[in-house]
């Protein structure tokens, strides 16, 4: 046999496993939505909400001298912002640049040998580069100092009214004109939950973490601990938790016989969270005092220890037991970087736009030239299409509700078969055979006409396309019908009709007998009444 075209077969399965696999990835939307925020998003202060600002050094200085013309003021680079440590060293290495003084937490010092902070404390430590009258002959001076600071500050630096104390940040980056926090140049990755300059860090861009369930802890409050009150830890053995736990009973006044519910709040803070410190307990009846070391790292540390690194998997199942997801407390759930989400586009973060029904998205693209500037529509343009193209094949295949965060995972198979198809006809191959099995599964009935209208696309681009299917729409449509019957399994497998929808029709088959109305799967007469229901909770869609 000769002519063959390749076949690929768009099969009615989930996708993938992969909890990083979503709807985005999976049609592309997400490369290009994230080249079109690193191009033409504009950023905001995640401090204050303010745009941010980033300027040219000469912008700078004439910045400087429009708002500081005849006042004393102070270059200042910034070299360490809120965070702890003595900076013994950074201070002897500013001395031996050549330099004397610094501003140290919003006061200017003189710095000498050994100076140095409070290594517990959060510090802002910025170097006075210089201290000028602004004035037009001293332009040079400022212009020198300027490009010092910036070379000190990595590419950031501040200027003070030494009078009025007023403080001014100016940046090369991206930096908010109150506080001088600063976001590096917006690029791809930066809008990516799977690389580490987007994702959030608390949990990994996973959008959740695990958590400890205390309900899963101390299922029974009414429990004592001898009696598996501490789910984890089980009834009563002797061993050395359980005697960890007695030392901790008897400094706060309980026993293993009391009920959890009524341990005092102190103590069932340190089984859960853990102590480590030496309780004295005195003992009443023989009149001495004795010191216990308590090293207890605490029920909770212990789970979520054994969930992360017990080599051995029946471990983590076990700690995974007791553990749950919960939204991630940092980002919320939006998978990124507090910074990448204050990249907004029409007032939208890629968070936000990534969350909208496709319906609402492809709405929000066809706003994007309205409210876009010239220069950011020239950008946004070619990307903008690439995106609607995708945005449309996913709609004409009736998946206008899903978004694009949506995880890949929970997509049902239908679902997955008609993502994998929107992503065929964008592909725009031509002469191959594609195969689709059930592809209206799951489908609603006025989608119907859309799936049908995108197979025809793609026959119409220069396909073959077989499809396996019981739906009398797609059924009437086909150009060419097989009909295998005469019944299901090994009563049938024979192909007892074929040719256009006329011929079918015309033949003398069960399928042609419900197509003409011979027969048809009567609506009961009367339906059986619900033994129960199945409630469902916060369900959309
Ligand atoms: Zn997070």
Redesign the pocket.
Known sequence: IEGLSPVISIEQKTTSRNPRSTVGTVTELSDFLRLLFARASRAYSYETGEAMVSYTDSKIISLINERFTGKRIAVLAPVVRSRKGHYRELFEQIIRMGFVRARVDGEIVEISGGYRLDRYKTHDVEIVIDRIRVAATAEARIAQSVETAMSHGKGTIAIIDLDSGELAYFSRQLMCPTTGIAYQEPEPNTFSFNSPKG???????????KEVNLDKVMPDLQKTIRKGGLAPVGEYKKNWIFNQLEIIAMKYGFSLDTSVADIPKEALDIILNGTNEVMTIEHKAIGVTKEYKVNFEGVIHFIANQSKDAKSRTIQRWADDFMENVN?????????RKESLHFKIVGQSISDVSTMSLLDFNNWIDSLPNHLNEKEWKIACEISKELKARTAFLLDVGLGYLNINRSARSLSGGEAQRIRLATQIGSQLVNVLYILDEPSIGLHQRDNARLIHSLKQLRDIGNSVIVVEHDKEMIETADHILDIGPRAGIHGGYVVAQGAIEDILKADTITADYLNGKRNVPTPATRRSPSGYINLYGATG
């Open positions: 994702a959030c860090p608390h949990c990994d861009g996973l959008g959740t973490t991630c407390g940092t980002c919320g759930g939006a998978r990124l």
